[in-house]
């Protein structure tokens, strides 16, 4: 469909994408969700201040139907740093986001994309931010960067206590998390996570952006064997169909 048909969803006559229509994205179950973008998303105008963000609903729903290296694909020429004129903010905590996610899923570790996550983040966020803050930590953790990740708790720890960050210390238990993770300590990621999930909407974003959290606990409840608490979690949503691409555990 040509960038300027107003015939197709998510368009205005111009081409450009409507604030209403992201939603749309996000409610749609996942097969239905390609379906709907498969067609006309790939002629969508890339100066739209969603062309990031929306390009992450379609990465997320293709990893949802195990099309990994579609996802990918999508998701590295149109999300990284370089390939979007998208904010900062939204081109950082979705670059970091599905790398983690994809990693959850079962897929290796990208390196230079992190790489080039970490030199955009050290770029463009000197300080402190809230959204930013509950990514910073799978941006370190995925990289090794021991060091740099104690700082950068110990730092939102110190902010959070004192009452400087609208979050609190929410951000210093994702970023804790996320290091427990990579370390394979699921014992204690599933300590910080269970009595923080019902606090991560402090950070703000989507409810499909805080899947990143309660998929990162699925799979540390997988990981440990605790299939029947990961299956009872699931069980607990009842007001929407998430997805849950996490590696050893069937979707719910």
Not at 73 to 79: D, G, I, K, L, R
Not at 167 to 194: C, H, Q
Not at 219 to 224: E, F, L
Request: aromatic share 10%; glycine share 6%.
């Amino acid at each position: 469909m040509p960038s300027g048909s107003s015939s197709g969803p998510g368009y205005l006559s111009s081409g450009r994408w409507r604030w209403s229509d992201e939603p749309r994205t996000r409610r749609t179950p996942g097969a239905q969700r390609v379906d709907l973008l498969d067609g006309w998303l790939p002629s969508s105008d890339r100066a739209s201040v969603l062309h990031c963000h929306i390009w992450w609903h379609y990465a997320l729903a293709l990893l949802a139907v195990q099309r990994c290296d579609a996802a990918w694909e999508a998701f590295s020429q149109n999300c990284l740093p370089g390939t979007t004129t998208s904010p900062p903010i939204t081109v950082f905590s979705d670059s970091s986001s599905f790398m983690w996610r994809t990693e959850l899923a079962g897929n290796p570790r990208n390196r230079d994309s992190w790489e080039s996550v970490r030199e955009f983040y050290e770029k463009n966020f000197p300080q402190p931010m809230v959204f930013v803050d509950a990514h910073v930590g799978l941006l370190y953790a995925a990289l090794g960067e021991t060091e740099q990740l104690q700082t950068t708790i110990s730092l939102l720890t110190e902010l959070g206590e004192a009452s400087r960050l609208p979050a609190g210390t929410t951000g210093a238990e994702l970023a804790r998390a996320y290091a427990a993770f990579v370390d394979e300590k699921w014992s204690a990621v599933i300590d910080v996570l269970e009595p923080l999930i019902p606090q991560v909407v402090r950070i703000g974003g989507s409810r499909a952006q805080r899947d990143l959290m309660t998929n990162t606990l699925l799979a540390a409840y997988v990981r440990s064997g605790r299939i029947d608490e990961a299956r009872a979690f699931c069980a607990r949503v009842v007001d929407r169909r998430p997805t849950r691409p996490v590696a050893g555990f069937e979707l719910c």
